[in-house]
């Protein structure tokens, strides 16, 4: 799959692209990037990108031109026209759904917004779907269309662990739905804090037993919306109902 970014910052891009276990998909022609920037399509000696909004107020607005130069740029180096998602705080919320839909997708045009946001009339012409990581501001739609790519770069096979593989199916981030147990590694005794008991123990029905236990009792009391849902989806047994009982 390709996804073209559109983006006045594509530096931002080049650490993410170069490090950590994604890098496999992105080097590989498994999940092509191709950046782009407005400002290579901007004309005059001062490559203006922004201007100010018509009718006053504060800040700039990305210029539609330069931004459309860009995107034809993109899709004529695609063997299909992509779909075109910007990333925006008026889109709806990504999640693990969404990311699933574009991992199994041939790719996509991201158009990252600075400033202010983009002219509408280019929103209007060429965008097909908004995206928003969620109800707080960050400067612009770099980082989430970074959150968005690492998400779907580590769904792709070669990238996923043998434990991950398991859970790719899976509707929900949380395994079965139920949020992770507590994890623990070397030393067995960290400056006065000890590792459980049971997990030293070497028996392991009774660590997979306590596990299970420590996800049912963490996420009752962290996300106790996900335990409801579990239950109506059957996948919680008479075992992990005795132990909420007990414990509720
Ligand atoms: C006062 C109006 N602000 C809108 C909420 C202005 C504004 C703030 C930040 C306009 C654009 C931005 C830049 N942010 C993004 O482009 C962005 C974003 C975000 O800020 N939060 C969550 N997800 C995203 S995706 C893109």
Known sequence: MRFDVITLFPELFDPFLRTGITRRAFESEQVKICLHNPRDYAHGNYRRVDDRPFGGGPGMVMMAEPLSLALAQAQGQRAQPGKVILFSPQGRALDHVTVQRWAASEGAVLVCGRYEGLDQRFVDRYVDEQISLGDFVVSGGELPAMVFLDAI??????????????????????????????????????????????????????????????????????????????????????????????TA
């Open 153 to 246: 770069a580590r769904l792709q096979p070669e990238v996923l662990s043998d434990a991950q593989s398991h859970q790719q199916d899976s509707f929900n981030p949380h395994l079965d739905g139920l949020l992770d147990c507590p994890h623990y590694t070397r030393p067995e005794d960290w400056h006065g804090s000890p590792v459980p008991e049971v997990l030293l123990s070497g028996h392991h029905e009774r660590i997979e037993r306590w596990r299970r236990d420590q996800r049912l009792l963490l996420t009752a009391r962290l996300r106790p919306e996900l335990i409801v849902a579990a239950r109506a989806s059957g996948a919680l047994d008479a075992a992990d109902e005795r132990l909420l009982d007990r």
